[in-house]
């Protein structure tokens, strides 16, 4: 049927001014056979009509052609100038029962217009709604309004079976964002890794003082993935997490210590210094502690304050006096430089030996080349450096006194260098932490195995999965993969017997030790580990 527009235009404005609802609503519903700019003008002229009058005609063309709302576009420009000017009157389009078909419209049309005053009424529909697809806008909704009387309607669907469900939930509490909204996130937590990780994102994308605390509390989670996820979120939100994570310096448990001190150093800034600077001075009794804080000093702008770390060399565990060797080494000045003069002054012989092997195994360019003017240190340490040390090593010493014009030296080191005897065994190590990665080295070399060394755990994986090695170390918190999941990966291939693997942790968690045997792992032991606690582990799962 051809209709002209303005004949249709006329005979609809004189039935609208007459109120006749009958005659209208007829003509309504040939609207989408004008062109838009009739369109356009008609339903401009309704929405000026008395207003019971005008609502009741766009039920109607609704009602009678739900496609109405995408072949008139102007309609969706009304309803929203209505509806800003009327909140009540899109609770009453909402509500009607005529209306069903056009409720997903309606409830996307309240989001946008943010409209709180239909909260209520979105509960109720809620409520019963069976069809996921309308579940899902409601839930959208309820968040783009971001009511807190939402909360407790929404928090409901974490607990569904439908994971679609689950992740509209999680985001809709996202953007409420309240203190209540985060609980219930925070408390959907421990079941599942997807929705885990989900809860995290949000909880990284509020960044409010309540969403860090629960950050904040991913670091002493009971599963390694949450922890790992944690940190990183933490380390990207970088300076604003600095407050929340150096109250944690103030606190007595050694795992959150460490983990705290991991994100702190993967910050980078310099306000975590003087905290650390006075753990330090508190002498924490766990030595893991004392090996984080001397590793994240190194990663961190010291300047004047520097000086402080030379105590770190007389510490009682090796592996300390590594990470301090490292710190010392990037912060040094001319100040640390007499200090380590005087430490080599000693008169006890093996302290001086100690100090020159925590110094070389630490690959400290920096302190070894400036303390090679020192005839006792150039002595003991070339001996080191020639005799005692693995390839890859003696490598990177060789090109480091090549590169600073000292030929002579290496070639003498080389010449002097005894020819390799056949190693016992290939030993893989994995660890996130390169300076943990330069202990393995060394002590490998001395119990006379082939070491394999990897800082990340997707090319270890790889590289097991081509050529077995004889035995395999793994750290549990590292980013992306955790040491569980390199476990799960490589039992996909080799057997407990084919294959022994050891995980070695500073986590006191019991959840954690279980989780790494139920993945396949042999034997757990803990940081620090020694020449004497690494080659017990051997000998436990070789004899095992």
Do not use: W
Not at 152 to 180: M, Q, V
Not at 186 to 207: N, S, V, W
Not at 279 to 299: H, I, Q, S
């Amino acid at each position: 049927m051809s209709v002209n527009s303005e004949d249709y235009i006329n005979e609809v404005l004189h039935c609208m001014k007459e109120l006749d609802v009958v005659k209208t609503e007829v003509l309504l519903t040939h609207i989408d056979q004008v062109d838009e700019k009739a369109q356009r003008r008609l339903i401009f002229e309704l929405s000026r009509a008395e207003e019971q009058f005008s609502i009741a005609m766009l039920k109607k063309l609704i009602q009678n052609d739900i496609e109405v709302l995408e072949k008139v576009p102007a309609l969706k420009q009304v309803l929203m100038s209505i509806f800003l000017n009327s909140p009540e009157s899109l609770s009453d389009f909402l509500m009607d029962e005529g209306l069903i078909e056009s409720r997903i419209f309606l409830i996307k049309l309240a989001g946008e217009l943010r409209c709180d005053y239909v909260v209520s009424d979105l509960l109720t529909i809620l409520n019963t709604a069976e069809e996921e697809s309308l579940v899902l806008v409601i839930l959208e909704v309820l968040g783009d309004i971001a009511s807190s009387e939402g909360v407790n309607a929404i928090s409901e669907y974490l607990y569904t079976a439908n994971k679609r469900n689950i992740a509209k939930a999680i985001i809709a509490l996202k953007k409420i964002g309240t203190g209540p909204a985060i609980q219930r996130l925070a408390d959907r937590m421990g079941t599942d890794k997807q929705i885990d990780l989900l809860i995290i994102d949000a909880f990284a994308e509020i960044q409010d003082n309540v969403a860090l605390g629960k950050l904040n509390e991913t670091l002493v989670a009971h599963n390694a993935y949450i922890r790992t996820y944690g940190k990183s979120k933490l380390v990207k939100i970088g300076s604003k997490a600095i407050p929340i994570l150096i109250e944690n310096l103030l606190l007595d448990d050694p795992d959150l210590l460490i983990h705290t001190l991991n994100v702190l150093g993967d910050i980078g800034d310099e306000s975590a210094v003087a905290p650390i600077r006075k753990l330090l001075f508190n002498e924490p009794k766990n030595d893991n502690v004392r090996f984080a804080a001397y590793e994240t000093l190194g990663l961190l702008p010291m300047g004047k304050t520097s000086y402080t770390l030379a105590a770190g060399l007389s510490d009682p565990i090796d592996n300390v006096c590594t990470a301090a060797a490292k710190a010392i080494n990037t912060n040094y000045s001319p100040m640390l430089s007499a200090g380590i003069s005087n430490l080599l002054a000693t008169p006890n012989e093996n302290d001086q030996k100690r100090l020159i092997k925590t110094i070389i195994d630490s690959e400290a360019d920096k302190i070894v080349l400036d303390q090679l003017d020192n005839d006792m240190f150039s002595d003991l340490a070339i001996n080191y450096i020639t005799n005692d040390i693995p390839e890859s090593l003696l490598n990177f010493y060789i090109n480091l006194f090549r590169k600073n014009a000292n030929n002579k030296l290496a070639d003498e080191i080389l010449s002097n260098k005894k020819s390799e005897t056949s190693t016992k065994m290939k030993v893989c190590a994995i660890d996130d932490s390169r300076m943990i990665l330069g202990i393995y080295r060394s002590i490998l070399h001395r119990m006379e195995c082939e070491s394999e060394l990897y800082e990340f755990p997707e090319d270890a994986i790889n590289a097991i999965l081509e050529t077995k090695p004889d035995i395999v170390f793994t750290d549990l918190n590292m980013p992306k993969f955790t040491g569980i999941d390199v476990v799960k990966k490589l039992r996909e291939k080799y057997s407990k017997e084919e294959l022994p693997i050891i995980m070695v942790t500073t986590q006191n968690e019991v959840n954690d030790t279980k989780d790494a045997i139920d993945a396949g792992v042999n034997i757990v032991i803990h940081k620090p580990f020694t020449e004497e606690s690494l080659q017990a582990s051997i000998n436990e799962v070789q004899n095992g």
